[in-house]
């Protein structure tokens, strides 16, 4: 019996070789003034063609241009057409956006003083997104992601001046103002 213990223990077992548990052999000294940077970099990230980076900017210019252009063929000063403020209508007062639909049909038709008229705020806001549109369309043709980090003091700066127009538009002076 005690002669197949000493069989059994006598036949190699497979795995790493005794040799091997001493680990593998280490690396060659790098040779002298060579300084070893770790792994390679990682190959330079490419920009996407040309077509993925303006599929945005431009999808977003033709839902503004359709958008503008359904105003500027639908009259929003004929009844019925559009909805009614709700504010205005339980309320009688104007809110920022009224006479914005009226502005953007004064503008499709190129009437800048109408446009202004029925709320000068809108043009601002038309002006003011043709220049962040061409920025995006600028630097998306030439693969710069575009950056926009507004603080706090830039909303609470938007909100006053939104603020002040509705106030100011609703009283007897800011006439003016109204659509």
Same mark, same amino acid.
Do not use: Q
């Given at each position: ?6 069989? *059994?223990?006598?036949? /190699? ?38 077509? *993925? ?32 403020? /709700? ?8 809110? /920022? ?76 002076? &800011?006439? &003016?103002?109204?659509?």
């Amino acid at each position: 019996m005690n002669r197949g213990v000493e069989a *059994r223990a006598a036949t /190699p077992v497979p795995g790493p070789s005794p040799t091997a548990a001493a680990g593998p052999e280490p690396a060659p000294a790098d040779p002298p003034g060579h300084h070893h940077r770790g792994p390679a970099p990682p190959p330079p990230h490419r920009p996407p063609p040309p077509y *993925r980076r303006l599929a945005a900017p431009l999808a977003a210019m033709a839902a503004v241009a359709g958008a503008f252009a359904y105003v500027g063929a639908v009259d929003p000063n004929e009844p019925g057409h559009y909805p009614v403020c /709700p504010l205005l209508r339980f309320t009688g007062i104007y809110c /920022p956006g009224c006479g914005g639909l009226r502005s953007a049909h004064a503008f499709v038709h190129g009437e800048l003083g109408t446009a202004l008229g029925a709320n000068a705020l809108a043009v601002a806001g038309f002006l003011l997104f043709a220049v962040f549109w061409a920025v995006w369309l600028v630097r998306a043709a030439a693969a710069k992601p575009v950056r926009i980090t507004l603080g706090p003091g830039w909303w609470w700066g938007l909100g006053a001046i939104l603020a002040v127009f509705t106030i100011v538009r609703n009283l007897p002076f &800011g006439s &003016g103002l109204v659509p």
